[in-house]
C-alpha cells in the first residue's frame, strides 16, 4: 500500500511453490497392513517452500509481528535488532530460522488445531471481519467445524483439499 503498511492481500496470493523433501513414511503407513484401528496417525503436510511465507512464520515464533515483511528469514541482522537480541544471541537465532526451514513447510495440509489456528489463519480472520461487508467464520472453537483451510500450491493443490473436504 502507499501508506507504508503491508498489502494484506500479499499474504494470501497464491504463488508457484517448490517442493520440499519429503519422507515416503506417510504412504508407506498409508499401504501397510495393519488395520486402521490399530495404527498410529499422522500426517506429514503440506511441503512448500516460500521465502516469505517462511520469513512469516519466523515472525511469528519470534513474536514479530507477522506483517513485518522487511524482517526475512535471509537477513538475519535485521531480525536481531527488531528483536533487540546481542551477536552473542545470534546462534539461538540460526537455530529458529534452520528449525523454520526445516519444519514450516510441513505443516497439515488444509487444516490446523481449533485450539490454536496459527497466526496466519488469525491474520486472515481478523482482516475478513474488518472488510466493508465483514465477514465472520467459525475456526472450529464453537461447532468444532473449520470454516477455513490453509491450500497453498495453486489451484491443483486448492482443488485437491476442495474435494477431498
Do not use: C
Not at 546481542?86 to 510441513?106: C, G, K, N
Amino acid at each position: 500500500m502507499s501508506d507504508g503498511t503491508p498489502d494484506i492481500l500479499e499474504y494470501f496470493r497464491l504463488r508457484p511453490t517448490r517442493a520440499a523433501k519429503v519422507s515416503e513414511i506417510s504412504e508407506a503407513t498409508a499401504s501397510s497392513a495393519t488395520p486402521p484401528e490399530e495404527r498410529v496417525n499422522f500426517h506429514i503436510g503440506n511441503p512448500v517452500q516460500e521465502r516469505r511465507l517462511s520469513s512469516a512464520y519466523l515472525r511469528a515464533i519470534l513474536g514479530l509481528d507477522i506483517r513485518a515483511e522487511e524482517l526475512t528469514i535471509d537477513d538475519p541482522d535485521a531480525i536481531l535488532d527488531a528483536l533487540d537480541w546481542s551477536t552473542e544471541d545470534r546462534p539461538t537465532l540460526d537455530l529458529f530460522i534452520q528449525l523454520v526451514r526445516q519444519s514450516a513447510p510441513y505443516l497439515p495440509r488444509g487444516g490446523f488445531s481449533r485450539t490454536a489456528p496459527p497466526p496466519p489463519v488469525l491474520a486472515f480472520v481478523d482482516w475478513l471481519q474488518h472488510q466493508a461487508e465483514p465477514l465472520s467464520y467459525d475456526l472450529g472453537r464453537t461447532t468444532g467445524r473449520r470454516e477455513i483451510i490453509l491450500a497453498s500450491g495453486g489451484i491443483i493443490e486448492a482443488l485437491r483439499v476442495f474435494l477431498h473436504a
